[in-house]
């Protein structure tokens, strides 16, 4: 009996394994999505969350690191053997706030422009606080010397207390030295578009609160399967509530293209009319363009020599191609594009883009922090060029 039942033991579990190792087999041939695109793993960040990205003419590569509730040593940094290393040195990247006007205190873009000049957008604000006095600023960088030659601070009815200045681009072929446009995606329903005089220094608001700047009402993107809300501790949860952020100017600079995050609308306007600070803001908002409604909430948008518009596309983990009669076409679709963020296009044709899961912060999952590191940037070949407005 005993022998018997040994045989029987045994052969139960060659049974029992031999079905598990049948079950594993057939699980691995389900169907299951397929990626789209061939994306490749530029770096990894171990540290804070990186949101920025942009790549020099000679293919150095420059990230930001906001201060959101990481720790933060350096809110910008220089990829060098794929590690950051703080740009363009330590000692400008200490917030510290009684220098708030020489000081980064946090830098949520970077933007390398025609003349392969590294501009940093500093918002002024720690964790979406209160703009800090002059801390609110452009600063422009000589990749030949790695040395400040320029910085413009914005004044309080510019970079209003409740800004959040998010993203910029450069048009250097018009004014004596060129503009710059950023978008203010303010929490606080105070978003527009701003443009600067980079000769002057002079900046000014437009389309503000404007309908095309304010993020959608009652707005629900779904994220990994998810509806994405604000969820404080103990708290109710509440739509998220982005405005302005993405922006993208057309190769010959006679428009610009923007999005709130909060929404999935598609915007232009001239830049003629944008840039003119003596053109009347009525007619100014007439000559807004609403692209409709194309399916997908973005982030980051950048623009090509084609003029093709690169939107990423967060609640889908992918990156899209909208051509200029409107079509759309996947460029990329990963389930490793976690948030996919900022995109940059590089001289060699590659398309960057940084996935930082930031709808897995904890200020949208009741204080738990859902983030899982490391966070990547990744490039995918597009045989596209960034645009090259300048004199």
């Not at 000559?287 to 990423?312: N, P, Q, R």
Request: overall charge negative.
């Amino acid at each position: 009996m005993l022998r018997i039942g040994l045989v029987c033991f045994t052969t139960g579990i060659l049974l029992a394994s031999s079905i598990n190792v049948f079950a594993q087999q057939q699980e691995q041939q389900l169907p299951a999505a397929k990626p789209i695109g061939q994306l490749e793993k530029v770096a990894t960040f171990d540290g804070p969350m990186p949101t920025g990205v942009t790549i020099s003419h000679s293919a150095r590569i420059f990230v930001n690191f906001p201060r959101w509730g990481d720790q933060v040593d350096f809110t910008v940094a220089e990829l060098k053997d794929g590690k950051p290393i703080a740009f363009p040195n330590p000692d400008i990247n200490r917030a510290d706030q009684s220098k708030a006007g020489e000081n980064l205190i946090s830098v949520q873009s970077v933007v390398v422009d025609p003349k392969d000049r590294l501009w940093i957008l500093d918002t002024g604000s720690i964790e979406f606080a209160p703009v800090v006095k002059d801390g609110a600023k452009l600063v422009g960088v000589d990749l030949n010397t790695n040395k400040v030659f320029k910085t413009i601070t914005f004044p309080s009815d510019v970079a209003l207390t409740s800004s959040y200045l998010n993203d910029v681009r450069f048009d250097l072929k018009r004014g004596k030295q060129g503009v710059a446009y950023i978008t203010d995606s303010s929490q606080q329903g105070q978003n527009g578009i701003i443009v600067v005089d980079l000769e002057s220094g002079k900046s000014w608001r437009r389309l503000d609160q404007h309908q095309s700047t304010l993020p959608e009402d009652k707005f629900l993107p779904i994220v990994e399967g998810r509806p994405l809300m604000s969820q404080p501790p103990g708290g109710t949860p509440s739509h998220m509530s982005m405005g302005s952020d993405g922006i993208a100017i057309s190769p010959d600079g006679s428009h610009l293209y923007y999005r709130p995050l909060s929404s999935r609308h598609l915007y232009r306007v001239s830049t003629e009319s944008l840039a003119d600070p003596s053109h009347d803001n009525e007619l100014l908002t007439a000559e807004v363009v609403d692209l409709g409604d194309i399916g997908f909430a973005s982030d980051g948008l950048e623009c090509g020599s084609k003029g093709e518009l690169y939107l990423t596309d967060y609640e889908d983990n992918a990156i899209m191609l909208r051509t200029p009669d409107g079509n759309l076409t996947t460029i990329a679709c990963d389930p490793r594009l976690l948030w996919p963020d900022t995109l940059a296009l590089s001289a060699d044709g590659y398309l960057y883009v940084t996935a930082n899961q930031l709808h897995r912060q904890a200020r949208f999952h009741g204080g738990q922090d859902e983030r899982q590191k490391p966070y990547v940037l990744f490039r995918v070949k597009v045989q596209d060029s960034p645009i090259a407005l300048q004199k």
